[in-house]
T-cell receptor
Framework: QQKVQQSPESLIVPEGAMTSLNCTFSDSASQYFAWYRQHSGKAPKALMSIFSNGEKEEGRFTIHLNKASLHFSLHIRDSQPSDSALYLCAVSIAGGNYKPTFGKGTSLVVHP | DAGVTQTPRHEVAEKGQTIILKCEPVSGHNDLFWYRQTKIQGLELLSYFRSKSLMEDGGAFKDRFKAEMLNSSFSTLKIQPTEPKDSAVYLC?????WGGGQNTLYFGAGTRLSVL
């Protein structure tokens, strides 16, 4: 059964800092990797996803995937107080029968 | 476009009661997921439907948890009987076709359940 772990559990950074969040997974057949963001009391919302090794950048957010290391990460450049939220990583083996498995989340606080 | 709608937003139940949580997925989405979210366990899958067919029922949650898709635009999650350890946020999510290249889950805001 797929195991997904996130680190750190929580993080406090100053406004403007670079923030790095990590996610490891156990099944080498995994092919879908994503980050979701959940503001307090709100629905989780998809941020970015990646399917192949390498990097993908969208605005201030970069996702980096290394399948051989069973690891992917999210980097937030110029962190803003509005980025304060719970960040969830999700992993899935390709194919409709394979459910996405989530990590427990990293709680990020960006203070002004 | 309407997103995923969950009702009620908050529910308080006595131990042993039956409660029913409701979910309306995004219009046109074929896949629907129910998750339970706690700080200790994170998101745990309860049920997964594709085109109203049950694909997975979350193993350990079979006993007292039953999800149904009454039609393509409405799902319920029944917990019977409730126990204090069921206190959590219950999230419903839908996807156009999970695994078909459109792999984004759209979540509802959740139902916060407290069992006394």
């Amino acid at each position: 059964q797929q195991k997904v772990q996130q680190s750190p559990e929580s993080l406090i950074v100053p406004e403007g800092a670079m923030t790095s969040l990590n996610c490891t997974f156990s099944d080498s057949a995994s092919q879908y990797f994503a980050w979701y963001r959940q503001h307090s009391g709100k629905a989780p919302k998809a941020l970015m996803s990646i399917f192949s090794n390498g990097e993908k950048e969208e605005g201030r957010f970069t996702i980096h995937l290394n399948k051989a290391s069973l690891h992917f990460s999210l980097h937030i450049r110029d962190s803003q107080p509005s980025d304060s939220a719970l960040y969830l990583c999700a992993v899935s083996i390709a194919g409709g029968n394979y459910k996405p498995t989530f990590g427990k989340g990293t709680s990020l606080v960006v203070h002004p | 476009d309407a997103g995923v709608t969950q009702t009620p937003r908050h529910e308080v139940a006595e131990k042993g009661q039956t409660i029913i949580l409701k979910c309306e997925p995004v219009s046109g989405h074929n896949d629907l997921f129910w998750y339970r979210q706690t700080k200790i366990q994170g998101l745990e899958l309860l049920s997964y439907f594709r085109s109203k067919s049950l694909m997975e029922d979350g193993g350990a949650f079979k006993d007292r948890f039953k999800a149904e898709m009454l039609n393509s635009s409405f799902s319920t999650l029944k917990i019977q009987p409730t126990e204090p350890k069921d206190s959590a946020v219950y999230l419903c999510a839908s996807s156009l076709v999970w695994g078909g290249g459109q792999n984004t889950l759209y979540f509802g805001a959740g139902t916060r359940l407290s069992v006394l």
